[in-house]
């Protein structure tokens, strides 16, 4: 399972949708996403978003875009990057984007048992 951070209201519009993630895709050629494992290293970036965030968890065997694992910041971990849109089905949940006080991510229950890397 990969993650993707959005705002709950893109995500809100998105979610009926058959595939999304044309927007990203224009932007940066691909769709960031990350492992559980390495979202604590990446969820810092949300730290001044004040819109309320979810993440979706995708299952990589259901997407039917590429995932290609990329080390793009030369930072000797890869992410998972989607190389194409994102179809619905994938997602096989969303969960909400919980913070600590100074804003920072907490991690969610749900991967208390994956240890982070």
């Known amino acids: 399972m990969i993650l993707h951070c959005m705002k709950k209201t893109t ?3 998105r979610k009926d949708k ?3 993630g044309r927007r990203n ?5 691909f ?5 559980i494992e390495y979202f604590w290293r ?5 730290a001044s978003v004040e819109d309320d ?6 299952d990589e065997d259901k997407l039917n875009a590429e995932v290609r694992y990329e080390d793009s910041d030369n930072c000797g971990r890869a992410y998972p990057h989607i190389y194409g849109l994102v179809n619905n089905d994938a997602v096989v949940k969303v969960l909400p984007f919980l913070r600590n006080e100074d804003g920072t991510w907490r991690k969610n229950p749900e ?3 994956i240890q982070d890397k």
């Open 111 to 113: 991967f208390a048992g």
């Open 53 to 58: 965030l979810v993440l979706l968890c995708i």
């Open 18 to 20: 058959e595939c999304w």
């Open 31 to 35: 769709i960031h996403c990350s492992t």
């Open 42 to 46: 990446v969820a810092v970036n949300f």
């Open 25 to 29: 895709i224009n932007n940066g050629g």
């Open 11 to 13: 995500w809100e519009e």
